[in-house]
């Protein structure tokens, strides 16, 4: 197996994969306009993401861009195991790019993606589920008024539903802990009832506040599809990085640094995921130095992280 993930280092074995989709090798700036919305809808989601910590877009992104990504996800989870390696493709970071108009609104100001990204795919079956219930972030992220100053944007591409593992929140007005961000393992004292389920059609987007306590859900087998999603995680310019490097907004990374942040997330999650040990030694060098090109440390340097 471990040719075999070597092989995964070079853009045209994607390329391969899912010739459908786009790979760049080198960074590309994102000159596209952004996806249209509702402007009062927008308005009305700033204003409940104040106050509940989380909010949702409906038909944001078109189907045909959606069901492009769904196939990425697809495909690198049935040829690899790990979903996440569909954000090698342009196209998530286009979609990203394109909704950066509507992001800046939803925080007030200019930001940057972080380096926190993942991608599921949840088969009907009671056997697979989103991740448990957790807060992004613990502290220092939400303003006195409810305004976040980081989110995590969560796009379904395919229905997200209660029986193949939506989203679940605790909103933040029903939360004592939302501001004062408490310790792991207060979240179970919960009420039941307040916890709320957000179902989200394909294409729609959702987004929260980094300390809201939310998890996705277990899927069924009565569910009627599996459930495919993406994660980005972005912060205003204006704070201190919570990670490095920053991203630039309207840009597709360079391939290596994509390949790099895959890396880091498997290496990240692995108290969540089963990486094999060939993998995980594999994701270290892939971070550090991608035969044949510059270190990930020297990108670092050149993006300002450090």
């Not at 070597?6 to 994102?30: H, K, N, Y």
């Not at 919305?37 to 959606?66: A, C, M, N, S, T």
């Not at 029986?163 to 961000?181: E, M």
Request: hydrophobic content about 45%; glycine content about 6%; overall charge negative.
């Amino acid at each position: 197996m471990a040719a075999f993930e070597q092989a995964w280092e070079a853009p045209s074995f994607w390329r391969e994969l899912c010739p459908e989709l786009s790979v760049s090798q080198d960074a590309c700036v994102v000159n596209d306009a952004s996806f249209p919305v509702d402007e009062e809808q927008l308005r009305r989601e700033v204003r409940f993401l104040k106050q509940e910590g989380y909010g949702h877009l409906p038909e944001v992104i078109p189907p045909d861009e959606v069901n492009r990504m769904a196939l990425a996800v697809q495909r690198t989870a049935e040829a690899t195991g790990f979903p996440v390696f569909a954000l090698l493709y342009d196209e998530f970071w286009l979609a990203l790019a394109r909704l950066s108009c509507v992001v800046e609104e939803l925080l007030g100001e200019e930001f940057s993606v972080l380096p926190d990204v993942w991608a599921w795919l949840l088969q009907p079956s009671g056997e697979h589920a989103g991740w448990k219930p957790h807060r992004d972030r613990r502290s220092g992220t939400v303003l006195a008024d409810g305004t976040p100053r980081c989110l995590s944007l969560w796009l379904p591409l395919t229905d997200a539903t209660p029986l193949n593992g939506c989203i679940y929140v605790l909103p933040a007005s029903l939360d004592a802990r939302y501001h004062s961000y408490g310790k792991p393992g207060e979240e179970a004292t919960v009420s039941y009832q307040d916890i709320r389920a957000v179902p989200a059609e394909a294409g729609a987007v959702l987004f929260w506040s980094s300390q809201l306590l939310h998890w996705g859900g277990r899927s069924s087998e009565r569910a009627i599809q599996p459930r495919m999603s993406v994660a980005f995680e972005v912060q205003v310019q204006s704070m201190k990085p919570l990670a490095k490097p920053l991203l630039p907004v309207r840009e597709v990374p360079a391939f290596e640094v994509r390949l790099a942040l895959v890396a880091r997330q498997l290496l990240q999650y692995q108290h969540m995921v089963d990486v094999p040990p060939a993998l995980s030694q594999q994701c270290r060098k892939w971070m550090q130095a991608l035969p044949g090109k510059r270190s990930f440390f020297s990108v670092l340097k050149k993006l300002g992280g450090s």
